[in-house]
């Protein structure tokens, strides 16, 4: 399988308006951030990561809505 059909087989089974999903990867971000320990790095990864689990959790509650993806293909604004 290809990496578009991938993304296809991802988009066809809803995921994109799955809030399950996207709070499953936030959670997967805030695991990841808190194993950083380098402390050149610490500070400005964990920053990056909780922009990340921001957008994540909006993502969340935008598929709760129903507004991440449409039939068309047209993402929510």
Request: avoid cysteine.
């Amino acid at each position: 399988m290809s990496p578009a059909d991938a993304v296809m087989t991802w988009l066809h089974f809803g995921y994109l308006n799955d809030p399950k999903q996207w709070r499953i990867r936030a959670n997967e971000a805030r695991a990841h951030a808190g194993k950083i320990t380098d402390p050149e790095a610490k500070q400005k990864a964990k920053q990056i990561l909780l922009e990340i689990i921001d957008h994540y959790e909006k993502l969340a509650k935008r598929a709760e809505k129903g507004l991440v993806w449409d039939q068309s293909g047209a993402t929510g604004s």
